[in-house]
């Protein structure tokens, strides 16, 4: 990772978290415990505070920023999308933000809800816990089933062993010139997509 101290603020990074070498982390920003943070995101505290909270995961090309003397938060477990920007706004525990969503400034997004993919939330928006939030701009759509909730929490315990497994395991290396004969693949955890979630 790329860290900068700024105005006397150097980032905290827990030991346990994994956060990917072209990240760059600059200035207020805190990073918990089993944190996974992707290749490519950008977590700038040099206005306002970004903290992401035990067991979440900023995935690739993900931005937190937000306003002077503001708060970003992604609370325990919560799930960030690659491409994803959130912007003084806070998502609470066990919640997901899908890819290319973006999270304006003072929402709050309820504990153990997604914003889909694409989704723009205004600023100053408000959602239930348990809820779907789409649209452009979003709003909730319904009440998300216990099922629904489960399935996340596996994608999201992925993302905790995944930064285990890149403290433990990855390497930097240079790449082959062509593939191997009956190359193995990464193991199979049967994580699969959901077919809808509307």
Request: charged share 20%; hydrophobic share 35%.
């Amino acid at each position: 990772m790329t860290c900068y101290s700024l105005d006397g603020l150097t980032p905290v990074v827990d030991p346990t978290a994994y956060v990917h070498p072209s990240a760059v982390l600059i200035g207020d920003v805190i990073i918990g415990p089993h944190c996974y943070v992707g290749p490519l995101a950008s977590l700038r505290g040099d206005f306002g505070r970004i903290v992401l909270e035990e067991g979440a995961n900023l995935q690739d090309t993900c931005v937190m920023h937000g306003f002077p003397d503001s708060d970003t938060v992604v609370e325990r477990n919560g799930h960030i999308g690659h491409g994803a920007v959130l912007h003084g706004c806070r998502v609470g525990a066990d919640a997901l933000v899908g890819m290319n969503a973006v999270v304006m400034d003072h929402a709050r997004i309820g504990e153990r809800s997604f914003v889909s993919a694409a989704a723009f939330v205004k600023a100053g928006f408000e959602c239930p816990p348990q809820s779907l939030v789409m649209g452009t701009p979003a709003s909730v759509k319904r009440t998300l089933s216990d099922e629904e909730v489960a399935w996340k929490r596996t994608g999201t315990l992925e993302y905790q062993r995944l930064a285990q497994r890149c403290l433990t395991k990855m390497q930097e290396c240079e790449p082959l010139g062509e593939a191997e004969p009956d190359r193995p693949r990464i193991s199979d955890s049967g994580l699969r997509p959901k077919r809808s979630a509307q």
